[in-house]
T-cell receptor, first 113, second 112 residues
């Protein structure tokens, strides 16, 4: 009955590889997000999608490409991975965050070696 | 641009103490404020969501207050327990957007 689930939980890969992280929510929310938590534990938004439409695209390298096949799924594909991409990536969803707040997934720890 | 500050960055207390965690934000035009808990290596768990029209919210031993005009929120933890040890983050939406702006968190250690 997990509300927001991400896979994989851990990902270790070499520089230059391409990898994807998947996210699914079963809450019926319209909006999904990707956040990045860096080594200093600071959380910053990367992208948000509302009903499959890109709403927020922060200053993120274009090696990062989100894809939302439907409003319950938001995947993150990263090309040509770099050492600096190592972080924890969190997926989240909301049904109008103004009133109901966010629900976060458990995170994907990406380590680039 | 919204900025969220949490001071101190870390706190270590003996079990049983009543605690006050502070959060301040620069833009008072917020819709709500959310407190989260993050355990090491884990995701974020929502603790309390306070709407801009509310002054406080309570859940068990937790009580969060909101003073929009002064740009402050406080999370009270009553009778702290070792299981309360975690990092506590507050966050507010930026402007009229869905973008959530986080503080850097406060790492709490409750010693038995």
């Amino acid at each position: 009955d997990t509300a927001v689930s991400q896979t994989p939980k851990y990902l270790v890969t070499q520089m230059g590889n391409d990898k994807s992280i998947k996210c699914e929510q079963n809450l019926g929310h319209d909006t999904m997000y990707w956040y990045k938590q860096d080594s200093k534990k600071f959380l910053k938004i990367m992208f948000s999608y509302n009903n499959k439409e890109l709403i927020i695209n922060e200053t993120v390298p274009n090696r990062f490409s989100p894809k939302s096949p439907d409003k319950a799924h938001l995947n993150l594909h990263i090309n040509s991975l770099e050492l600096g991409d190592s972080a924890v990536y969190f997926c989240a969803s909301s049904q109008g965050s103004m009133s109901y707040g966010y629900t976060f997934g458990s995170g994907t720890r990406l380590t680039v070696v | 641009k919204q900025e969220v500050t949490q001071i101190p960055a870390a706190l270590s207390v003996p079990e049983g103490e009543n605690l006050v965690l502070n959060c301040s934000f620069t833009d008072s035009a917020i819709y709500n404020l959310q407190w989260f808990r993050q355990d090491p290596g884990k995701g974020l768990t929502s603790l309390l969501l306070i709407q801009s029209s509310q002054r406080e919210q309570t859940s068990g031993r937790l009580n969060a207050s909101l003073d929009k005009s002064s740009g402050r929120s406080t999370l009270y933890i009553a009778a702290s327990q070792p299981g309360d040890s975690a990092t506590y983050l507050c966050a507010v939406p930026q402007g009229g957007s869905e973008k959530l702006v986080f503080g850097k968190g406060m790492k709490l250690t409750v010693n038995p």
